[in-house]
């Protein structure tokens, strides 16, 4: 009798350490006290664009990237496109070269129908692509459709302020849609940190010359406003060795006499070479043979002191947050020789 109260007593105390043991695994998160679960990554992110607030799907799938101020940094994180404007990109572009990725050709005739093909959870509208904006909204009405444009323009109040707020605020939030926010932040400490070593190169007052070549010929980039050059005027300060009424923001530049650009004997000349990476030109002039061989220069402080500090090769169809950084720690290194 008493081995079978004992027996009794030993199944119920079984029982109850079962029943606790359980208890505590449900408390402390499977037996690991104090542990909290993973956070669950968020299903979409709400952004600022050029026009508002959109939610935006994050690792959104069927991408289409028109902006050409995104391709590179896209590119870099690995992530996956459906379209792109591939008449538009550099040739080396891993999304040129991926037959998979499809082309929406130029912005002059872009082929619309095939963002609609790929049935987008996001598109990325920018630059030269942001005209067609309400016609992309339409076109895929469930889709995402952000505006990453940046306005430095000559209606522009402070281009030089826009431009690096503009692709400071575009990495930032292509690091939240895409899940790169640690990425995303150091892209911009660097891009930040090249600045500043820019501005202090800078002495205040040499005087600068920015100019386009294309097509053998030489183009006035004028301060303040337009794409790469102009804005950077007011970025670091400088000071121009000539001014022009009326001048554009023509991405070929305006057209000024080569004795014009000698009689203001820059300190520094500043080229962007237009043609180097687009491949549809057959015969190219590089931007440095135009200015080696024009002999009204030859005797301009810039070019007898060698102080000619040429944009990288791909700017004019990648003007990504890198792009900048590294024209901004070449011109730092130049001006602080």
């Known amino acids: 009798m008493k081995r079978l109260k ?21 408390a402390g ?32 799938k069927n991408i289409v990237a028109l902006d050409n101020r995104t391709f590179e940094t896209l590119a870099s994180w690995g992530v996956k496109v459906a379209a792109v404007p591939k008449t538009v990109m550099t040739s080396d572009s891993t999304y040129v070269t991926d037959e998979s990725v499809q082309n929406i050709g130029n912005h002059a005739e872009p082929n619309l129908e095939i963002i609609a093909a790929v049935n987008p959870e996001l598109v990325i509208v920018g630059q030269r692509f942001t005209n067609y904006y309400e016609d992309i909204k339409k076109l895929v009405p469930n889709a995402a459709v952000i505006d990453l444009n ?4 000559k209606e522009a109040a402070s281009p030089g302020e826009n431009l690096v707020n503009g692709l400071k605020e575009t990495t930032i939030t292509l690091g939240q849609i895409f899940d790169k926010n640690v990425e995303a932040k150091q892209l911009v400490a660097d891009f930040d940190q090249a600045i500043e070593k820019a501005k202090s190169a800078y002495n205040g007052t040499d005087k600068v010359m920015s100019v386009i070549v ?8 004028a301060p303040h406003t337009g794409r790469v050059w102009g804005p950077l005027y007011d970025i670091f300060g400088w000071t121009p060795s000539l001014g022009v009424d009326d001048s554009s923001t023509h991405d070929q530049g305006d057209e000024i006499s080569v004795e014009a650009i000698a009689q ?38 810039a070019v007898t ?7 990288p090769a791909d700017t004019y169809l990648n003007e990504s947050i890198q792009t900048f950084l590294e024209l901004f720690e070449s011109i730092a290194t130049s001006l602080a020789k």
């Open 150 to 153: 940046v306005d430095v323009s």
């Open 29 to 60: 998160n499977n037996g690991n006290e104090g542990e909290a679960d993973e956070p669950t990554p968020p299903a979409t992110v709400e952004v600022t664009d050029a026009h508002g607030t959109v939610v935006v799907p994050v690792n959104p």
């Open 264 to 301: 203001s004997n820059p300190d520094w000349i500043f080229v962007l070479d237009r043609d180097a990476p687009i491949s549809g030109i057959t015969e190219k002039v590089p931007a440095q043979d135009v200015i080696d061989n024009a002999p009204a220069l030859q005797n301009i402080t």
């Open 6 to 26: 004992l027996t009794i007593f030993m199944a119920i105390l079984v029982l109850v350490l079962a029943a606790c043991n359980n208890s505590g695994n449900i």
């Open 214 to 221: 294309s097509g053998g010929n030489i183009g006035f980039s």
């Open 305 to 311: 002191k060698g102080q000619i500090v040429y944009a």
